[in-house]
């Protein structure tokens, strides 16, 4: 498998940068430990994830016998799939996208020099720092029917004429989690992207403007080009984590029963954890699958890396 | 004519004056965007809990109170969740420190066989979160007996967590000119002399932002400690909180009081290294 830059990278480090060369019994001295614990507490759960989908377990999580593919079999003709693989995609794809384009549009204000910038950059930092699973409570509260300040603000604003069940009414609440997704998404995302605005020189801009391109010009001509690198990480990154999330649907689909709002974390979870089944085997057979969607996503955003390190080079 | 002429840089120079009004008018409704969700939190926290859950809700409270903080600091199971939280935090990120700094020194400096192999296994780390390996983790720790632990939250905390450090402290290792630790060779230091002595002092800022991050997600982790912690007295901030609104009851401005306990400290750790973040970002987590 190949690993970001070091392609390149350790060939060019290795003439340059490296000291000199050790043996393998030092390197084992200076990477053991972090060895062990990556061997152990990373790669021996995945290990684990894959026996147990092989694996039939009772309900108390104890392993009764091999199930060869059965799990695999169970897992996908479940009914609830395809409703659970339209939600996933809905999810990631609706948060990610609407991450991205008022990230770029946050980033783009925060670059600019004003007089309290500090703080506004402080604030932005908040549901970033926050626990996912608090934030998630928070607007659990917030979307309430009766107790939500949301539906009394949208009532005072005259956007609606009465209150909507955000959070009960199936039409309203995978909007409603996305609409949390992309709140805890924006910060992250912002500062990646204000990150890549920095690292364009000023002597570009400059030369646009004397040329006298406009403002919007120089946005579409000059700078979204020289973030591409920045946006497709961006894309890359917040897909996974946005497929890997969990405390958002977890909080606020929780009053709901049933698959009907899950997505394949969540409904994976609850094969394992809440179903009145508990069937280990199932779940992990579903994790698996998760890996395995998430592995792909790992080679799409190593390519990505590599095509940028080969750019800089 | 003279008016054609003027009339750009006029209106330059309106727009030049407007920014300066402009911007933060446009500012404080950022602020106010990304903060009103918590000041919620924060004034539903400070009055009784009959009003948070008052038909129609209102923003400021009728009556203040601070009862819901009170009653939460002087729970003894409350106690228990911060102690719990606290104690994660700070061991998974003393073990990242002591796990991460030798390694990224290592892969920053030396070349040796199986640098890649390592480094890959790294980004593989970083793209797997323990959320899609629950099912195998449960496994694991199912299998150890340490079910019910807090080194089993430990453990998963530091492991997933060296991969981003690494990256971070190595980018830093990197940028420092080899001829220093030449000069600390030729004095006869060792290798590991070096690092601690000369070498991790240069690299502070990263060390600081480091260090920062693996606390903040040992201190935000819900998923595994909600998994593999039923006792009550043994659960972390972020678990324990959810008890305080349940089927059952609905202590909103006592969850929101230990909420705030819980993100307050975190938030201004984070604030502290804005700086640093997008120099972590850019040889961090983009790389």
Redesign the interface.
């Known amino acids: 498998?190949?690993?970001?830059?070091?392609?390149a990278g350790?060939r060019r480090?290795?003439r340059r940068?490296?000291?000199?060369?050790?043996?393998?019994l030092?390197?084992l001295l200076?990477?053991g430990?972090?060895?062990v614990?990556?061997l152990?507490?990373?790669?021996?759960?995945?290990?684990?994830?894959?026996t147990?989908s092989f694996g039939e377990f009772s309900i108390t999580?104890l392993r009764k016998g091999d199930a060869g593919l059965d799990n695999y079999a169970k897992f996908l003709t479940s009914d609830d799939l395809p409703k659970v693989i339209g939600n996933t995609v809905v999810w990631v794809g609706a948060v990610v996208l609407i991450t991205l384009v008022l990230s770029l549009g946050?980033a783009q204000?925060l670059s600019?020099e004003?007089?309290?910038?500090r703080?506004?950059?402080?604030?932005?930092?908040?549901?970033?720092?926050?626990?996912?699973?608090?934030?998630s409570?928070?607007?659990r509260?917030?979307f309430d029917y009766?107790?939500?300040?949301i539906n009394?603000l949208l009532l005072g604003l005259g956007l609606i004429r009465e209150p909507v069940d955000w959070l009960g009414n199936p039409q309203f609440t995978m909007p409603s989690m996305i609409a949390v997704g992309v709140?805890v998404s924006i910060?992250f995302t912002a500062?990646?992207f204000?990150?890549g605005l920095?690292?364009i020189p000023d002597d570009v801009y400059e030369a646009a403007s004397i040329d006298g391109a406009r403002a919007w010009q120089v946005y579409t001509g000059i700078t979204l080009p020289l973030l591409r690198p920045?946006i497709l990480?961006g894309i890359v990154?917040n897909m996974?984590?946005v497929f890997?999330?969990?405390?958002i649907i977890w909080?606020l689909n929780g009053s709901n029963p049933g698959y009907g709002n899950d997505t394949l974390?969540t409904y994976?979870?609850k094969l394992?954890?809440r179903s009145a089944d508990h069937d280990?085997g199932l779940?992990?057979a579903a994790?698996v699958f998760?890996?395995l969607l998430?592995?792909i996503?790992?080679a799409v955003?190593?390519r990505f890396?590599n095509w940028r390190e080969e750019k800089r080079a | 004519m003279t008016a054609s002429v003027t009339a750009p840089r006029r209106r330059l120079r309106g727009w030049k004056g407007a920014r300066r009004f402009v911007l933060p008018v446009g500012g404080l409704l950022v602020i106010a965007f990304f903060l009103f969700p918590y000041a919620v939190m924060l004034l539903d926290a400070l009055r009784p809990d009959s009003q948070v859950l008052a038909t129609p809700p209102t923003f400021w409270p009728s009556t203040w109170s601070l009862d819901a903080f009170a009653s939460v600091v002087g729970n003894e199971t409350f106690q228990h969740w911060l102690r719990n939280s606290l104690v994660v935090a700070f061991a998974a990120t003393a073990i990242v420190v002591v796990v991460a700094v030798p390694a990224a020194y290592f892969t920053a400096r030396f070349s040796f066989r199986g640098r890649i192999l390592f480094l890959g296994l790294v980004v593989v780390t970083q793209m797997f979160a323990p959320t899609s390996l629950v099912v195998g983790l449960y496994r694991e720790f199912y299998e150890l007996k340490l079910i019910n632990t807090l080194t089993a939250l430990i453990l998963t905390d530091a492991a997933f967590n060296i991969a981003f450090a690494l990256w971070i402290l190595q980018g830093f290792f990197r940028a420092i000119p080899r001829e220093i630790e030449e000069a600390a060779a030729i004095d006869g230091a060792g290798r590991f002399g070096t690092m601690i002595r000369i070498m991790l002092p240069l690299t502070r800022p990263g060390l600081v932002t480091a260090i920062t991050f693996t606390f903040i997600a040992a201190w935000n982790e819900y998923v595994v400690a909600l998994t593999l912690i039923q006792d009550e007295q043994l659960k972390p901030l972020t678990v324990g909180v959810s008890s305080y609104v349940t089927q059952y009851v609905q202590n909103w401005a006592q969850l929101f009081a230990a909420s705030l306990i819980a993100i307050v400290p975190v938030v201004v750790l984070f604030a502290l290294i804005e700086k640093h973040l997008m120099g972590g970002l850019t040889s961090g987590a983009v790389k």
């Not at chain 1, 004003?114 to 910038?117: A, L, S, T």
């Not at chain 1, 009766?146 to 300040?149: R, S």
């Not at chain 1, 890997?244 to 405390?247: G, I, K, R, V």
Request: hydrophobic letters at 60%; zero cysteines; glycine letters at 10%.
């Open positions: 498998m190949r690993v970001p830059g070091t392609q350790a480090s290795g940068r490296s000291i000199g060369t050790a043996g393998p030092e390197a200076w990477l430990p972090a060895l614990l990556i152990g507490v990373v790669v021996y759960p995945v290990i684990a994830l894959v147990s999580g946050l204000f600019k004003f007089i309290g910038r703080v506004v950059r402080w604030a932005v930092i908040v549901p970033w720092a926050a626990a996912l699973v608090i934030t409570q928070l607007f509260l917030m009766y107790h939500g300040i009394q709140f910060p500062y990646l204000l990150a920095n690292g920045a990480i990154l996974i984590y890997n999330s969990f405390p909080i974390i994976m979870y394992a954890f280990v779940s992990a994790g998760n890996v998430i592995m996503a790992v955003y190593l890396v």
